[in-house]
């Protein structure tokens, strides 16, 4: 069981979830951090920005267009508090971001002393806008933190994570058993469900595949093209999975937008004359359905 620092315990865990890429701003909160990971001399690249907001921002696009976790560092309280914009728009949107943040010394955590940057509650002004988040006591507890972490990303719909840890930790030492990265049990369906979608798609006439951005986050844009080709069925794309599927492919009908923020439609209408919508990895937000506005055929399948 080897000897590491809070700091090296974060870059090993990450490390063995096949990171590669870390966005964040150095500051004295984390400097330990940072020295574990500039010290680690292998493929764990830093991107560094000027404003934590900037940085969260990046780690979104980055969740998005590689279908892998964006990893943040920010620094104490008004550090963390300026993350808040782009966490937002990640919990909003279902991007996976895990933001791993400072809080003051142990000693000073909840202590209301005016600490460094010590703000009333760091945690509960995350709640809002994560999945979950956490709290790290001890440096033995960072492989299992961040490794839970991971497996709500495969597990859960996507979206933020922020773990904290007091400043001083990221310098104590202690025997850390490190993690490996694993594959969590995936739900699976409900197999009268299941037989119940089957009989559907063997009596449509005119089914529909309606994608959402989860398929895109997972890599599942080949899948679907199979699936549509197999059925011959005409596919959609919701607001926010554009490139989902391909937009040149003879079966691809367009972007379903909702009509109240983006005027008439005419892939609305159209859908509404399908017998069977198959919705895949989207939730149906607002914003594509009009609210209650949207046509759907009488029988549908959501996964």
């Known amino acids: 069981m080897p000897k590491l620092t809070g700091g090296q315990a974060i870059i090993e865990s990450l490390k063995a979830q096949d990171v590669d890429t870390v966005f964040g701003i150095i500051s004295v909160h984390n400097l330990d951090l940072f020295d574990s990971l500039f010290g680690s001399h292998d493929s764990l690249n830093f991107v560094g920005g000027r404003l934590e907001l900037g940085c969260g921002f990046m780690a979104d696009g980055y969740a998005r267009s590689t279908g892998k976790p964006g990893i943040l560092i920010t620094s104490t309280g008004p550090g963390a508090a300026d993350s808040m914009g ?150 959609v794309t919701a607001d926010g999975a554009k490139g989902a599927f391909p937009e040149d492919h003879p079966q691809s009908v367009g972007q379903i937008m909702g009509k109240r923020i983006w005027g008439e439609n005419p892939v609305q209408d159209w859908l509404g004359t399908c017998d069977l919508a198959i919705v895949l990895g989207s939730i149906m937000p607002q914003r594509s359905t009009s609210g209650i506005g949207l046509q759907m055929p009488s029988d549908i399948v959501h996964v």
């Open 86 to 235: 782009a966490i937002g728009e990640a919990y909003f949107s279902g991007s996976p971001i895990l933001e791993i943040t400072t809080n003051v010394e142990q000693e000073f955590v909840g202590s209301g002393k005016l600490a460094t940057h010590e703000t009333k509650d760091q945690l509960g002004l995350f709640e809002a806008v994560t999945d979950w988040n956490a709290s790290i006591p001890q440096v033995e507890s960072i492989p299992d933190n961040i490794t839970e972490a991971f497996d709500r990303f495969q597990t859960r719909r996507p979206r933020p994570i922020e773990l904290e840890i007091p400043t001083d930790l990221l310098g104590t030492e202690a025997d850390v058993e490190m993690l490996t990265a694993r594959q969590p049990d995936i739900p699976k369906g409900d197999p009268n469900q299941v037989e119940k979608a089957l009989q559907m798609l063997l009596k449509a006439k005119r089914p529909a595949i309606l994608v959402g951005e989860e398929v895109q986050q997972l890599g599942g844009t080949p899948q679907i093209v199979e699936l549509a080709e197999k059925l011959g069925a005409a596919v």
